[in-house]
Structures are given as C-alpha cells and as structure tokens.
C-alpha cells in the first residue's frame, strides 16, 4: 500500500501530538506567538538544509518513494519531512513548557 511506511507514521506523529496537548498537557503552547515564531524559524531552517538533502538531481537521503505521498515541495522535499519535524518540535516545546509549570 503507498504511503503506509513514511506517510501514516507522519500524519499518526501530527496527531498525536496535537491530542497529547488537548487532552492531557494542556500547556496552551498553540495559542502562544512565540510558539509559531519559534516554529517560522525552524522552517527557515529546515527548507534550505532538507532540500539540499532530499534534491532529486543528487540527494544525500535517498526515500522508497512507495512508502511516501510521493508530494515533494519546495525544493524536492517529501512533506513528511515537515510533519515529522512539527511534531518533534512541538513535542519538545509542550513538554518544555509542562514541565516549567
């Protein structure tokens, strides 16, 4: 099945970090400015170095492109790229937060 080895695991880390923040940690990390200002910057960050990763004319990372989505922006990157460093990222940051109290 296409998408199930990078593609379900990507979504499935998007969602259960949102519902980790909902239903249990409750940290009001969303709702926060510095949270998506923090979250601008690492995109600024990810674009450039995961797109000269993952460029298709001479990658570094190589991707089965039968377990991905097979969408690719900007710069060739796989979008799983992104919901997997949303989630590491917010992830860190609500428990960050939690345990500030």
């Given at each position: 099945m296409t998408g199930l080895g990078y593609?379900?695991?990507?979504v499935l880390s998007v969602l259960g970090v949102c519902v980790l923040?909902?239903?249990l940690l409750r940290?009001?990390?969303f709702r926060k400015p510095a949270y998506w200002l923090s979250?601008?910057?690492?995109l600024g960050f990810q674009i450039p170095v995961d797109g000269w990763l993952t460029k298709l004319s001479a990658p570094v990372v190589i991707y089965n492109e039968r377990q991905t989505s097979g969408v690719r922006f900007p710069l060739d990157i796989p979008v799983e790229d992104?919901?997997?460093g949303f989630a590491l990222v917010t992830a860190v940051l609500m428990?960050?937060?939690?345990?500030r109290g």
């Amino acid at each position: 099945m296409t998408g199930l080895g990078y593609t379900l695991p990507a979504v499935l880390s998007v969602l259960g970090v949102c519902v980790l923040e909902w239903k249990l940690l409750r940290t009001g990390l969303f709702r926060k400015p510095a949270y998506w200002l923090s979250m601008a910057i690492v995109l600024g960050f990810q674009i450039p170095v995961d797109g000269w990763l993952t460029k298709l004319s001479a990658p570094v990372v190589i991707y089965n492109e039968r377990q991905t989505s097979g969408v690719r922006f900007p710069l060739d990157i796989p979008v799983e790229d992104f919901l997997f460093g949303f989630a590491l990222v917010t992830a860190v940051l609500m428990l960050w937060e939690r345990q500030r109290g």
